[in-house]
């Protein structure tokens, strides 16, 4: 797996094996969990995150997105946030 989205939007996101994605009622929130803490994640991270399993596209989890919340035009935020959650090493690519 590489720390990077392929170019033509093709690659498949999955969580990161260093991390575990979690709901976490005390927070009320989803959170990511490492060794040496915890990421509270905001309602969209978490809905994205859930979806990023490796079996899904980015356009699949668009459209599962945009069908869930009956929204439009989410592409661009959702690949943004994956580029962002790359970065931070919070997603791998297939």
């Known amino acids: 797996m590489s720390a990077k989205p392929a170019p033509d939007?093709?690659?498949k996101p999955s969580v990161s094996t260093r991390l575990r994605l979690q709901w976490e009622p005390a927070q009320q929130s989803w959170v990511?969990?490492?060794p040496e803490?915890?990421?509270k994640l905001?309602?969209?991270?978490?809905e994205i995150l859930?979806?990023?399993d490796g079996s899904r596209s980015v356009a699949q989890i668009v459209?599962?997105?945009e069908q869930a919340f009956e929204a439009s035009g989410l592409?661009?935020?959702v690949r943004e946030f994956l580029r962002v959650?790359?970065?931070r090493n919070w997603v791998e690519w297939a």
């Open 75 to 77: 592409d661009g935020e």
């Open 32 to 34: 990511l969990l490492y």
């Open 85 to 87: 959650a790359a970065d």
């Open 42 to 46: 905001n309602q969209s991270a978490g």
């Open 63 to 65: 459209a599962e997105l």
């Open 37 to 39: 803490g915890m990421v």
């Open 9 to 11: 939007g093709s690659g």
């Open 50 to 52: 859930q979806r990023c």
